[in-house]
Each structure stands twice: as structure tokens, then as C-alpha cells.
């Protein structure tokens, strides 16, 4: 079964680039839907950025045009490029990985932006 490790989060300045990575382990994911999705403080869960198959993507509106969704096939990844960040971004970012009825999480990473 495939396994998410993601990777990247820290303590960042509002404003800067960052690059969230989400590794699959014990499968490939080129035929899965992969997304990106944070949990704010006193918040729910919500989407961030999602990729299909195909390569098609869809995000959030407070992250159009800042953030980007990109995956690697080959080297079984997924990336979350982070720009001008800003405090409301802080939240915990998950990565998810679907393929029918299989639905799989990663632990998730801290993301925490200072203004």
C-alpha cells in the first residue's frame, strides 16, 4: 500500500518560497489524483491544490496564482511550491493521494508563516 511522507514545512517569513514535498512509498501514484490540502488553526480541512492523472489542476482561490501543484510520476512525488506567503497560510499541509476507493493521508507538516 502506498505510504505519503511529507516533507518541508518550517518556521518561514510572509512573502518568501517554499516547496512542499509529498513522497510515495510501496506503490507509484501515476494513475492516483493527488492533492494538497491544510488545516488552519480552529479550522477544518480544506483543499489546496489538486492534480489529476492528466496533469489537469485545480486550487483554492486564496492560493491562485501563489501557489503551484506539480508531480513527478517517475520519482513517485508531489510538490507544493509556496509563494508570497502570508500569516493565513499557516496551517498543517497534508498530501492525499486517491484512486477509486483507495484514499490515503499523510501525517501531515507544519507550515507557520510570520509576518
Known amino acids: 500500500q502506498v505510504q505519503l511522507v511529507e516533507d518541508g514545512g518550517g518556521l518561514v517569513q510572509a512573502g518568501g518560497t517554499r516547496r512542499l514535498t509529498c513522497a510515495a512509498s510501496?506503490?507509484?501514484?501515476?494513475?492516483?489524483?493527488m492533492g494538497w490540502y491544510r488545516q488552519g488553526p480552529g479550522k477544518q480541512r480544506e483543499l489546496v491544490a489538486q492534480?489529476?492523472?492528466?496533469?489537469?489542476?485545480t486550487y483554492d482561490d486564496s492560493v491562485k496564482g501563489r501557489f503551484t501543484i506539480f508531480r513527478d510520476n517517475a520519482e513517485n512525488m508531489v510538490y507544493l511550491q509556496m509563494n508570497s506567503r502570508t500569516p493565513e497560510d499557516t496551517a498543517v499541509y497534508y498530501c492525499?493521494?486517491?484512486?477509486?476507493?483507495?484514499?490515503?493521508w499523510g501525517q501531515g507538516t507544519q507550515v507557520t508563516v510570520s509576518s
Open positions: 492525499r493521494s486517491q484512486r477509486g476507493t483507495i484514499d490515503l
Open positions: 492534480i489529476s492523472v492528466s496533469g489537469y489542476t
Open positions: 510501496g506503490g507509484g501514484i501515476m494513475i492516483n489524483t
